[in-house]
């Protein structure tokens, strides 16, 4: 019975624990006629099938967070099509624009994971575009306004839905675990330039080390999208998934 | 009026044989059923995440049953069709039925 416990733990990372646990008890009921190694045959079937999308999702959505930060540093580098405003407006675009790239990744990752069906993806579409439009168009009042009122529509229709309220949790959740590490990235990089390795005008006077940006690169483009992801599936399979088994 | 949901043919099957099974349709039942109707030996994965996707699509419900011994004191997981599920087996049913109308395939000139 220990290596049913294994698997069930096994099966339990790739889905909830109840539908692990009904699974391998399915398995083990058939395993007397079948035998053991369709037992194990079976379950690395299931665990197949069951976690192929979390891969696929996170190398997607990795890949969407890229192109949405790469896409939009090149198009200001090259002058096309945006600017981005001047202070005192600046900070919050720039809060805006991080915001936008994460709800895109999550997206992606949601799209592919939970399938174009999922109510949470289709939240998490209804927020993204008109934010990514506003923040790109912001200099034509009329689009911005619209933008901002049809997301704010979109914040209150789902605030009345309970389902949607969860998914509305869900995105804050994921938007606050991706600022905490902003945040930590910038406090590691402070600390590092102030303590360790200062620069003699200030800041501004040397770029930091290579090691130090390597670091600075993988927090910000690695550790946040895998955090932000696994922040997400995590609360979809408590939030959304398990409510018709509980 | 809302359109029922599109299956595919897979997803008919299992719906069929959660009619057939009634009550006690779980994964082992609904492999067996399909296995013994359809001569189709189901992947325990492929069945798992059909049912799971039919779960999101609202086509069919699960609960929890009793633990059992046999199973390790693992509870059951039993599924059944739900209204919109029916709507959308009978929508599909309808459709092959008509494209079979006057073809006479089973037990006809083209068998």
Redesign the interface.
């Known amino acids: 019975?220990r290596s049913?416990s294994i698997a069930?733990w096994i099966v339990a990372r790739v889905?909830s624990k109840?539908?692990a646990?009904?699974?391998?008890?399915?398995?083990?009921?058939?395993e007397p006629q079948k035998g053991r190694l369709w037992y194990w045959r079976?379950l690395a079937?299931?665990?197949?099938?069951?976690a192929w999308r979390r891969p696929l999702a996170f190398a997607v959505a990795l890949c969407a967070y890229f192109a949405a930060f790469g896409g939009s540093f090149l198009m200001v580098y090259l002058h096309i099509r945006f600017t981005i405003p001047d202070s005192p407006w600046r900070a919050l675009w720039g809060v805006f624009f991080v915001a936008s790239n994460c709800l895109w990744c999550i997206l992606v990752y949601a799209a592919i994971r939970?399938?174009a069906?999922?109510r949470v993806t289709q939240l998490l579409l209804a927020v993204s575009v008109p934010i990514t439009v506003g923040l790109y168009f912001w200099e034509r009042p009329i689009i911005l306004v619209a933008c901002i009122a049809l997301t704010i529509c979109v914040l209150a229709t789902s605030a009345l839905n309970n389902k949607l309220r969860r998914g509305l949790l869900m995105v804050l959740a994921v938007l606050i675990v991706n600022a905490g590490i902003f945040l930590l990235t910038a406090g590691l990089i402070a600390l590092h330039q102030r303590f360790l390795h200062p620069a003699p005008m200030g800041n501004g006077g040397m770029p930091p080390p290579l090691a130090v940006q390597c670091v600075e690169f993988c927090m910000l483009f690695l550790i946040a999208p895998l955090a932000m992801t696994s922040a997400y599936a995590r609360m979809h399979n408590s939030l959304i998934a398990n409510q018709?088994?509980d | 009026m809302t359109r029922p949901a599109s299956l595919g043919e897979f997803e008919q099957v299992v719906l069929l044989a959660l009619l057939r099974l009634g009550d006690n349709a779980?994964?082992?039942t609904i492999r067996s059923e399909i296995a013994e109707c359809t001569g189709r030996e189901v992947?325990?994965?492929?069945l798992?995440?059909t049912l799971?996707?039919m779960?999101?699509?609202g086509v069919l419900?699960?609960?929890?049953g009793d633990?059992?011994p046999?199973?390790?004191g693992?509870?059951?997981?039993y599924f059944a069709i739900t209204k919109a599920g029916r709507a959308a087996l009978i929508s599909a049913q309808r459709a092959y039925q008509s494209l079979l109308e006057g073809l006479d395939l089973v037990g006809g000139a083209n068998a």
Do not use: F, H
């Not at chain 1, 646990?21 to 058939?30: F, T």
């Not at chain 2, 693992?74 to 997981?77: I, V």
């Open positions: 019975m049913a069930e889905t109840n539908r646990a009904s699974i391998v008890g399915d398995l083990l009921e058939l079976s079937g299931v665990i197949v099938s069951l939970y399938g069906r999922d018709s088994l | 779980y994964g082992v992947a325990p994965g492929a798992y995440t799971d996707r779960e999101e699509k419900r699960s609960w929890l633990a059992t046999q199973r390790g693992r509870a059951k997981r």
